[in-house]
């Protein structure tokens, strides 16, 4: 009996063990072997790590990774063979989704940097490159030396990068900022407490400008549900109020919009539209900043998504015969819609 008990135990902790070696194992083949560039060799083997070792790592920077869904990091060293003091120290990071991975990237990626097509999308300077692709962060930097050439760090990221889901692309979220008055590469995803408060819980922040030239921040609170959204917009203002900030609300056409005047960023204009909070920060003159929310709205709120509204470009503007009283203005084309239908309207 006790036997029984004994051979049972050890199968259930065999087989509680197996996904954190399966998970090990797949991470580690993703780093080439023996090489990632001509003349560049792994030193020993790459060394794998968890939640539970990632100080071991990097100490002082594994708790910023953990909102962001890490699973598992395989590194290596390739040393140069005609200098083995000069290495390229490669870091594969396995992230909890493809939005998590692209929050890690941005969280390193400086506006200055070369911008490279391998991956979703990736940056080299001298000293470094990073890119990510599907759910992985992928960071190589110079080891014994200041900088390296770009075409080694290249070659080495293509190895790499072959060993990866082939992904998706981008985050189909940052497709809300790709407008003109956001700053290239100045795209963040906060996985908690964006702009540090904790009501609101993730989200993605921009830098822009003005037809001016005026700075200012974006921001989009991505919530699970318009109730969640409401929730988080009504704790903002409670916190703004409480704050001494004067609060001007309005509630039309679905939405609910607060201005007012944040204690941390200055002047703030905030939008719930669905299950979206849609701001701006730190701006100047307000129509402006209004008119950028409205732009970053349009591109974010998808059609069954969004609120449709009588008049929202001229009826005489649509060339369709259907004569539909419901209609919106899309960044690719003109959408009618009548009883859940959608027609083309050129």
């Not at 199968?11 to 083949?29: D, T």
């Not at 050439?149 to 990221?157: H, I, N, S, T």
């Not at 409401?230 to 509630?251: I, P, T």
């Amino acid at each position: 009996m006790n036997r029984t008990i004994a051979c049972t135990f050890i199968c259930i902790l065999y087989l509680s063990c197996l996904p954190a070696f399966a998970e090990e194992n797949s991470v580690q083949k993703i780093l080439p072997s023996p090489a990632c560039a001509k003349g560049w060799t792994m030193d020993g083997k790459a060394d794998i790590y968890n939640r539970e070792n990632l100080f071991d790592h990097i100490d002082g920077e594994a708790e910023i990774y953990f909102p962001y869904g890490f699973d598992a990091l395989a590194s290596a060293r390739y040393a140069n063979k005609e200098n083995p003091q000069i290495s390229v120290e490669a870091d594969v990071y396995k992230m909890g989704s493809l939005i998590d991975a692209f929050g890690m990237y941005a969280n390193y990626r400086r506006v200055d940097d070369i911008q490279t097509s391998i991956g979703a999308e990736g940056i080299v300077s001298p000293s470094q490159m990073l890119f990510y692709q599907d759910r992985y962060f992928v960071r190589l930097q110079a080891g014994g030396t200041l900088k390296i050439d770009k075409d080694v760090f290249l070659e080495c990221a293509i190895s790499i990068s072959k060993n990866l889901p082939s992904g998706s692309g981008k985050p189909e979220q940052l497709d809300a900022l790709m407008i003109s008055p956001v700053v290239q590469k100045s795209e963040r995803y906060i996985a908690q407490s964006l702009l540090g408060y904790s009501f609101f819980n993730r989200g993605l922040m921009a830098d822009a400008l003005t037809p001016k030239k005026d700075e200012l921040q974006l921001f989009v609170v991505l919530d699970e549900s318009m109730e969640a959204a409401r929730d988080s917009l009504g704790k903002y203002r409670d916190y703004l109020q409480k704050s001494g900030a004067k609060v001007q609300m309005r509630s039309y056409d679905g939405r609910i919009e607060i201005e007012s005047a944040d204690p941390l960023y200055g002047n703030v204009v905030a939008e719930q539209q669905g299950k979206y909070i849609i701001g701006a920060i730190r701006f100047k003159e307000i129509s402006e900043a209004k008119k950028i929310v409205e732009q970053v709205a349009e591109r974010l709120l998808k059609p069954k998504d969004r609120k449709l509204n009588k008049g929202e470009f001229n009826e005489k503007d649509c060339k369709c015969s259907i004569g539909c009283a419901r209609y919106f203005r899309c960044y690719f084309f003109r959408l009618c819609v009548r009883q859940s239908q959608i027609y083309q309207a050129f």
